[in-house]
Every structure is written in C-alpha cells, then in structure tokens.
C-alpha cells in the first residue's frame, strides 16, 4: 500500500468513516491525519456545482456552466480530437469552480431506445462508447482533474433501476456492456468508476465481487477508486469484500455499525478497508495538489467550442432534392416553438444551468438571414389548432418552411423510461399540415434518442440536432445556410417503429427482472443480420459534398490467431463542397459456427478532405477484433476461418470489401443446443430461448409481503399497510413543498416522486440529509410488517432524542 504510515495511525472507526462521504458532495477531511475533503459534481456534459441546496436538481441552484451537447450526440460526431477537446474544457472549469472529480462520462449501451436517459450514453455499439468515452476522459485528465466513470454495469433502463436485476448473458456482458468500460479503463485510466444502481445476474453493483474484484481490478488492472451511485449502497460489508472504497453520499453513516461489527467477529478483514482508504488517499493526495487557486476560464471560448461541437455532431438524415443549405434570397418560415425556446439538455442529475443560452432565431438573426417565425404548437398542454393554422398560412407565403421539432422535457429523463417512441402528436400533425401546403419543408429534430417520424415521406429534408448544448441554436443556423457543411452519424439506429426494436415487448415489461433475451443482438447488430428495415441506420448521416472509396486493400489474405492485419482504403471528396467523412471499418464471420452478428464496428476514422483531395485511410486490426468471448473458457477466442472486412459510409452502405482467412485458431464451434433464434433471428425470442445462453432457469421475482419486509423494500412494495399509505401522503406533500411544483409532467418532479416510491428505504436514510432518520425507516418497517406497538415505540424514541438535541 501507498499510504501505510498514515493508515496505521488510524482507528478502526475512522477508516470506516473515511469510506463515506462528508455530504452530497465533499469525501470526509480528517484533520488529525491531515486529509483533506475533495469535492465531486455532475456532469458528464457540463458542471452542475450547486449553489445553495445540497442535492437540488434544478437549474436554478447550480453554478453557471457551459452546457456542451450531450452524449448521445456528441458521439454522432464521432470525432476523438473533438471529444478530447470538450473534455479539457469541462477540466478548465472544474479548475475554476475547485472541483477534484467530475462524475462522467456514462458508456452504458442505448440497448433500447426507450431508456429515459439514453442522451446521457453515447451508443448502441460498444465500440464507438468505448472510444467516445476515453477521449472525453483523456482530455478532462490531462488537466488534472478526475472522472469517474459510469455506471458499471448493466444498467441500461430507469424504470425500478434501484430494486432491478439486470438478466445478462455471459457473452452479452463481455461482447456488449463491458467492452466500453474496458477500453476506457484500460486505455484513458479514469480516477474513478462508478458502479450502477442495479444488480447484475443476482447481485448488487455495489456488492458485486466478481465485477468489480475480479472483472474490474483483476483483469483489467483498474488501480483507482469504486464509488457507489448515490444512494447506491447495496450491503456495505459485502461492498467492502468486494472492493467498493466510496459510499456517496455518506452524510448519516448508516452502514459503519455493521462494518465495525463485522470486523470485530471475522465476518470481514480489515486488510479489505485498509485496502479502500489506502485507495482514496491516493485520489484525495492528488486532487489535492492539483487545486488551483483563482483559475479563470473564456466563457464565449467555451460557448463557441459547444457551437462548434453541436455543429459537427449534428446528424444531416435526409437532403432530397438538395434542399438544404438554404440560400439568403428566399423566403423563409420557421416554425415550431423549440426554435424560440430549445431543448438543449435531458433532465435530472446532469441539468446544467448555462452560462449563455442561443437559439436557433438568434442563429439566423447572427448570420444576417430574415425569417418570419410562428410558434406553430405549445412546449406545454394540447395542440393548439389556431397556431397550427398560422403556420400553414406562414408556410405557403414562403419558399421554404423550417419546422423545428421533437421530443419536449417531459418525454425523456433521468429516473423513468419513455413510454413511445412517438413525438407528441400536436407535432406530428403540425408536420403533415405545413408539408401539405408547402412542399418544400425541412424538419429539425431535438431529442436525446430515436423517434418514430411518421410525416418522413413528406418532408424533403431532415436534420437530427439531438440535445445539442447552450450553442445548439447557433449550431443549427450554421449548418442550415451551409456556413458548416454537416458531417454527423448516427450512433444508434433509427427503427420504423418500436416493435421492430429487438427488446420490444420484454423490455418495457421487464420491471424488478430484466432480460436481456436478445444477448448480443443490440441496434444494427439485430437489424442488418434479421434484415429488417430501418428508418435511418447506424453510422448514416449526410453530407452537402459527396465522396469516393477505392482502393481497399488488406497487409495480407491471411494471418494468424495472434497477429495483425493492416487495411488502407483510398477516400476522394469528389463533391463542390469542403467536408469531413467518416470511414468506418466493420468485421464479420463468415464461417459457420456459433452464433454471431453479420457484422460489427471495429474501427473508424473522421477525416477532412478539401473538395478535390484524396487521403489514404490506414487501420490496424489485432486479434481481438475477431474474437468473441467463451464463457466455457472464460476467455477471448478468435474462431478459424474466413473474415469479411466491409468499409463504407454506414453500416447499410458499405463501398468496399475483402476477405481474410484467419489461421491457429479454434475449430469447429457449432453448437445444436443453441435455440434457433439466436442463429436466425426470427419471431420474438422466449424466455425459455433465454435460459438456455443464461444458463440457468429465471426464478419469477416473488413480491415481500407483510412479515418479510426490510431496509431494502421499498414504500410502494409496502403499502398494502394502511399506515404507510398514510405516511407516503405525508412525504409526498413535503416532496410537493419542497419541490415547489404541482406538476405531473415535469420531469425532474416525476424523477423525484418515482424515486420516493421505488427507492429502497435504506437508500432513502443515505440521501435524506437527516430528514428521514435510520429509526424512522426501521420503524416503518415493523408496522409495515404488522408491529405496530414495536415500530410506533422506535419513532416515538427517534423524536424524543431529536428534540432532546
């Protein structure tokens, strides 16, 4: 250990202590051993350093910041440098405002469109997230500052996400959720890792042995600190035992009892608690050497590097008729509130309060264009027809009409999953109206994931701006009258409509068990190998130039199990437009045998090419790029045969291909027990199909009734009591109080609420502050369990020793 002679002049209890934190924010100082308390803040797309309540959500209580697009379409930018970048930016400002730690970025897979906080993660392919992610902590590290990494692992739904266990498949875990978390730790050496709120095949994150002991450290070397999400704590012995160091927030110390009293009688060495606080001395000792004292920052700097990040991951989807840029003469009408007003970010813990916020209005009034602008629909309630009308009226006065649309704050946040992959409806209908009357009508869309866009044949272009930051607006007038030529991909398929999603039907259903049936058959690598149609596919997004492949070619047709193989490809911008294409490199397994996708991403490269130039592309590809993982072995295995070597411009737009025969690896791995649909990818898949890749029959989730309640149930599993529906009545009206809004529909009080009654009441002690004592809840727990006399008599004691303080 690094930090022995300070770790042996500390007591057992104040080790214990050292583990949780301090508040909210801030780890635990300990004079006497002279350690210092660090702080730690969201966010993975801009600072959210609160300004007066401890754990407010709201804009309105957190410092300014630049809000930077968020991840979901930053990763559309699929620009390293630029992810980099935006990273050494957030550092600058986490210098500024004396922040040690930023919790992010979030690599979790988009596995199913409906995750309420998928614009938080950046793909559906574990490849593009791993690369997004480690640029985006190599650049926030190079300045000194922390991150932690998050949210290891499986969590890839809000819906129960406290109570809910992830179902995965050996395969599925190693091939598609963990490889991000690899590549970043492997490669960037972020801090810190955050595990998930959720368990993983059983267990909890936070608890869990053998991903973060075995997986994380083991394998992959990980030397840094494991903190628990907040309010995450599973079994904080066990969480000890398995290598978590941090418990945010500590704030009570509910767990340190237990701890103590494990140590005491062997249930747990102390070897595994020196082990974490050596651990976060380390974190702490050199947080604390990098503060800098009154460090500034160019607030426009960083409100151009967000325009020019939202512009270069912007997503150009469609472009018939080459209607788009839009030119100064014509006549123009924009339409659709979101252009006065954008949706610029997702709700919950990452809300940034923004140093500056443009629109897409102050856009084209900055770059000297005229347009007439008509609301078109309200942010807030139904459609309003008279508005619909005078946009239609607007639209046919014009030459062209820009209708900004899409998905309005309530729709997708942190703390519940979307129920539609619908945009509201007085949106869709604004859509078709304003297309019937002006044919030339172009649709910006705002949102963190897919919709459904059912007006799509009548509209001639599209551009995708997703949750594009405080400069978005900006950003999108640039692109609009072709000051940025759009150079964007899409880092998640776009479906028809969700029933053709592969988890559609068990994901939404999964509640406290979800299963992941569809194993490795996540985004394009379901939908290219079944076939199916989509509305836009993986890696597509346009350009105002156009470009030529040829020239592949491979090092050699064969190779070994072990070594290496060079592909270069010649890439020609043959367009009357400078422009940057992305050159994506996809592997497949052409020799029969266990089951795998057609195809997967195993590089890329974005490059600028002035109209006329031409640059040779090079790739180097090891073994690992052609093997999957055996869970009989537990370990990678690159199978013998022939490999395709597809590279294009999308995943369903492939210009080139070659074959390697890959040589010594293993032979002959077909497998007949493997259920049907995992080789052919027709129908649903089953429950029963599943348990045979799991290994294991799922045992149904049995609800606790009254006499089998704990710490770890929740107020909705309890409240067949009479006494805690009164008690949820009670802290719901202080929720409402406190909260300051009335709203069903505001996201982040419908985070708050579904928290409140889906958290487990240990976890409600941890992010109480106080307010929701360890006696009150254990009280509630034994009424709820049908002790009345016994539970009243613990809350009754709990106040008469509050008021006696």
Not at 39 to 64: Q, W
Not at 304 to 309: G, N, P, V, Y
Not at 663 to 689: C, E, F, M, N
């Amino acid at each position: 250990m690094k930090h022995q002679e300070i770790i042996a002049t500390m007591n057992l209890t104040d080790k214990i202590a050292f583990c949780s934190g301090a508040s909210q924010w801030k780890t635990k100082g300990f004079q006497m051993y002279s350690i210092p308390s660090i702080l730690m803040t969201d966010g993975p797309h801009g600072l959210r350093k609160v300004l007066t309540s401890e754990d407010a959500l709201g804009d309105e209580v957190s410092h300014n910041a630049t809000c930077f697009p968020t991840a979901s379409a930053t990763a559309c930018s699929w620009d390293r440098a630029l992810l980099q970048e935006m990273g050494q930016a957030l550092a600058d400002e986490a210098l500024k405002e004396q922040v040690s730690v930023i919790l992010g970025p979030g690599v979790n897979i988009q596995r199913n469109p409906l995750c309420g906080r998928n614009f938080e993660y950046f793909s559906e392919d574990p490849y593009l997230a791993g690369e997004m992610g480690t640029a985006w902590i190599r650049g926030v590290q190079s300045k000194g500052i922390g991150v932690s990494l998050k949210h290891f692992a499986g969590n890839n739904q809000e819906h129960l996400r406290m109570t809910s266990d992830s179902l995965i498949d050996e395969r599925a875990l190693r091939e598609i959720y963990l490889p991000a978390f690899e590549k970043a730790v492997k490669t960037a050496r972020p801090i810190t890792v955050m595990c998930a709120y959720n368990k993983l095949n059983g267990t909890y994150c936070s608890d869990h042995a053998y991903l973060l002991r075995e997986i994380l450290r083991g394998e992959w070397g990980f030397e840094g600190v494991v903190i628990s999400d907040w309010g995450g704590m599973g079994d904080r012995v066990k969480a000890f035992e398995a290598g978590l160091d941090l418990e945010m927030p500590g704030v009570v110390g509910l767990f340190d009892a237990d701890v103590l009293a494990a140590v005491e009688k062997g249930g747990l060495a102390e070897e595994r608690i020196d082990e974490c606080v050596d651990r976060l001395l380390e974190m702490v000792d050199a947080a604390d050497k990098n503060k800098k004292i009154n460090f500034t920052y160019d607030v426009e700097s960083h409100h151009q590097l967000a325009r020019k990040i939202a512009a270069h991951s912007a997503v150009l989807l469609k472009n018939q008729d080459g209607i788009l840029p839009i030119q100064s003469y014509q006549k123009i009408a924009v339409i659709g509130a979101l252009a006065k007003f954008p949706r610029y970010q997702g709700a919950g813990s990452s809300i940034v309060n923004p140093t500056k916020l443009s629109s897409a209005l102050d856009g084209f009034k900055a770059l000297g264009f005229e347009i007439s602008y008509y609301p078109g629909y309200l942010l807030k309630g139904v459609g309003s027809q008279t508005l619909v009308d005078e946009a239609v009226v607007g639209a046919n006065k014009s030459d062209i009409a820009i209708i900004f649309a899409g998905l309005t704050g309530e729709y997708e946040s942190e703390g519940f999953d979307r129920n539609t992959l619908s945009m509201p409806e007085s949106q869709n209908e604004l859509i078709r109206r304003v297309a019937a009357a002006q044919p030339n009508t172009v649709v910006v869309l705002a949102g963190g994931a897919p919709v459904e866009m059912p007006w799509l044949p009548q509209v001639k272009a599209v551009l995708n701006m997703l949750l594009s930051g405080q400069a978005g607006g900006l950003a999108a007038a640039d692109i609009l009258t072709g000051k940025v030529n759009p150079s964007g991909k899409l880092a998640a398929t776009y479906p028809i409509r969700y029933a053709e999603v592969p988890s559609a039907g068990f994901y939404e259903e999964g509640g406290r068990l979800a299963q992941y049936r569809e194993s490795i058959y996540v985004g394009y690598r379901y939908y290219d190998k079944a076939g199916k149609e989509v509305l836009f596919p993986f890696g597509h997004g346009l350009s105002y130039t156009t470009f030529e492949y040829r020239d592949l070619s491979l090092s050699s047709s064969e190779m070994q199990a072990a070594g290496a193989l060079k592909v270069a490809v010649t890439v020609k911008n043959t367009g009357e437009r400078d422009g940057a294409e992305i050159v994506q490199l996809y592997i497949g397994d052409l020799t029969p045998g266990i089951f795998r996708p057609e195809k997967e991403l195993r590089d890329f490269s974005k490059i600028f090419l002035n109209t006329g130039e031409e640059k040779q592309v090079e790739f180097t590809l090891d073994s690992r790029v052609f093997s999957f993982y055996d869970p009989d072995s537990r370990a990678w295995m690159v199978p013998e045969g022939v490999y395709q070597i597809s590279v294009g411009s999308s995943s369903r737009d492939i210009r080139l291909q070659d074959r390697v025969t890959v040589r010594g690896a293993i032979r002959d791995l077909a497998d007949a027990s493997i259920p049907a649909w995992y080789r052919q990818l027709t129908g649903k898949v089953s429950s029963t199909d599943f348990e045979s890749i799991l290994g294991r029959p799922i045992e149904p989730v049995k609800s606790p009734r009254a006499g089998e309640y704990s710490l770890s149930s929740t107020f909705q599993e309890m409240r067949e009591s009479l006494v805690i529906r009164m008690v949820m009545r009670y802290y719901m009206k202080i929720l409402v109080e406190n909260y300051g809004s009335t709203e069903p529909n505001d996201p982040n009080f419908r985070m708050v609420v579904e928290g409140f009654k889906n958290k487990p009441l240990k976890n409600m002690v941890v992010m109480s502050k106080g307010v929701f004592p360890p006696e009150i809840a254990r009280g509630l727990v034994d009424i709820a369990n049908g002790k009345l006399f016994k539970g009243a008599m613990r809350i009754i004691r709990n106040k008469s020793s509050s008021h006696k303080k």
